[in-house]
């Protein structure tokens, strides 16, 4: 049987990517981690491509971390930043990317406040007949699938089976604690871990964690210790403050109280338990500083690394994506 190739010029969302996709980037990925452990981290494989970054929502890891991910692989970067842009003189977002894309762009990956808008784009891209590939780096409340992807294969990779596959999450718990209702980071994460055969149980308050969840095939806790009961792995998800319109929380003491996670509470866990963060953390509010800076305890730092292998794998297999039709 010949192994199927990649065949996706667009990364939108997690929702409909097969189990043979997932192992396609793990596999791509772990040979680009392989790359970043070189004493020159860097091959030419994009040479001559575009890679623009169109981030009209704020951004420490996720840019910086694509902007790595194209530079390692030799493709030219473009940048935008909506405060200094001609939107400030009234050009629209898609005119904005039709201008990169005249510049003969390869790819644009686009973070925007409202859920839709790369998918706006990709479709303009599509209809022009560009060629040129979106990648959703987080929109509003819907999806990041890179994030997901990242923690994907940090998951996988924690896992003594080489090299990292979908199979070492069969039947693991995991424990998705915090804001469910405004976190795109959940949706995506659902999506990869249930492909993967893993159980996903979500806790939180019952305003941020709503019942209707359960329809993605998880199972619901508006009380943190059933979700811990021996989980494998925890991922912890921040306060969305900024996407908070109303009172979802009488305070952010009171929501430490019960459903910050401590290390005691991370005792009633698998031994060995890990604990993720897409960050950024709010210490103090979902978890103590103690437990994220324990490095036998938290995977963070290694998610924040393997995040540039994953950009670099999905940057070169959306590159060079074979298009059906
Ligand atoms: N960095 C992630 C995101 O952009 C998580 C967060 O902001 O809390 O969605």
Redesign the pocket.
């Known amino acids: 049987m010949s192994t199927p190739q990649w065949h996706r010029r667009h990364l939108l969302s997690l929702a409909d990517l097969e189990p043979w996709e997932y192992e396609i980037i793990l596999q791509t990925s772990a040979s680009f981690a392989e790359v970043l452990s070189r004493p020159t981290p860097k091959v030419p494989t994009l040479q001559g491509r575009v890679v623009a970054m169109l981030f009209f929502?704020a951004?420490t890891?996720?840019r910086n971390s694509f902007e790595l991910a194209a530079k390692r692989l030799s493709a030219d970067t473009l940048n935008f930043s909506p405060g200094t842009s001609a939107l400030n003189k009234g050009e629209t977002i898609l005119d904005t990317a039709k201008t990169l894309l005249a510049m003969n762009t390869n790819l644009l990956v686009i973070?925007h406040q409202y859920s839709g808008v790369p998918q706006q784009i990709a479709q303009e891209c599509d209809r022009l007949g560009t060629g040129a590939g979106v990648i959703n780096a987080?929109d509003g409340q819907h999806e990041?699938p890179t994030?997901a992807l990242l923690d994907l294969f940090t998951l996988c990779s924690h896992h003594p089976a080489r090299p990292p596959s979908l199979t070492a999450l069969q039947g693991c718990k995991i424990a998705i604690v915090g804001d469910i209702l405004h976190?795109?980071?959940a949706r995506s994460n659902i999506y990869s871990l249930r492909a993967a055969g893993a159980t996903v149980h979500l806790a939180g308050p019952p305003t941020l964690v709503p019942r209707a969840w359960q329809e993605l095939g998880v199972a619901i806790h508006w009380e943190l210790a059933p979700a811990l009961k021996d989980a494998h792995f925890v991922m912890a998800?921040?306060l969305?403050k900024e996407r908070m319109h109303q009172h979802f929380l009488p305070s952010l003491r009171e929501y430490h109280r019960e459903y910050g996670l401590t290390r005691e509470r991370l005792s009633l866990c698998q031994p060995g338990v890990k604990l993720l963060h897409?960050?950024?953390a709010n210490r103090g509010v979902e978890l103590t500083s103690d437990i994220i800076d324990d490095p036998e305890l938290s995977l963070v730092s290694q998610q924040v690394s393997n995040g540039v292998a994953v950009r670099m794998a999905v940057l070169y297999l959306l590159s060079t994506a074979k298009i059906k039709g």
């Open positions: 929502e951004s890891r996720t973070r987080g990041h994030q976190s795109r980071v998800l921040r969305q897409p960050g950024p």
